[in-house]
């Protein structure tokens, strides 16, 4: 077995969030591999986050983001459950990274679920005909529009886009790794997005 030393634990403390003693176990589970530590805390974290997600978030912050060129402004409605997260700096740092990320990408809605039935009809009815132009067959047809109204909720939803500073995850993902650092549940309320 590895022997596992006071930065290891140091360093994915910082990395998680997690407790000394969550990070200990995870390394012991892996026998020292970080990378897998990592993973496992990562796991368990989202398991945390499911559980805290039915709690009420009705505290939070409006955060904002004007672009350099001063003609890209966004308001986001960050939530979470009390006033001392609210107020906690990586929240603070949290709600501008997601108003910057909105700045960037131009979301239309917060979640896939958002996207407004006529919205998907209406491209519905466009994938339609260029599938019967392209003369597939009925249940490869029905198969691609699944796939392609899947992609298209993504595309346009700021939870399931990735994360502009790190395309690794994304940005639901990023809400993910902040509830389980920092022990409440946190969401987005909506937005606002302007430009010139």
């Known amino acids: ?8 634990v ?11 003693v969550d990070v200990k176990k995870a390394l012991e589970e892996v026998n020292g ?6 993973d496992v805390l ?3 974290g989202q398991a945390k986050a499911l559980k805290k997600s039915e709690r009420e978030a009705k505290e939070g912050i409006i955060a904002s983001y004007v672009h350099s060129n001063a003609r890209i402004g966004v308001l986001v409605k960050l939530l979470c459950e009390t006033d001392f ?10 709600g501008r990274d997601i108003a910057m990320h909105i700045a960037a990408m131009n979301p239309s809605v917060v979640a896939p679920e ?18 019967l132009a392209e003369k597939k067959p009925e249940a490869i047809r029905r198969t691609i529009l ?14 399931a886009q990735p994360f502009v500073k790190d395309s690794s995850k994304t940005v639901g993902e990023l809400l993910t790794e902040a509830v389980a650092k920092m022990g409440e549940n946190i969401r987005v309320g909506g937005f606002v997005r302007f430009d010139l």
């Open 114 to 131: 958002d996207v407004s039935l006529e919205v998907v009809e209406r491209e519905r009815a466009i994938w339609q005909e260029q599938l």
């Open 146 to 159: 699944l796939g392609k109204e899947k992609k298209f909720r993504e595309e346009i939803s700021l939870l």
């Open 1 to 8: 077995m590895s022997t596992i030393s006071l930065e290891m």
């Open 10 to 20: 140091r360093r994915l403390r910082e990395i998680t969030g997690a407790g000394v």
């Open 42 to 44: 990562k796991k368990r």
């Open 85 to 94: 997260v609210a107020r906690n700096e990586s929240f603070l740092a949290l």
């Open 33 to 38: 591999d970080e990378t897998k530590a990592l």
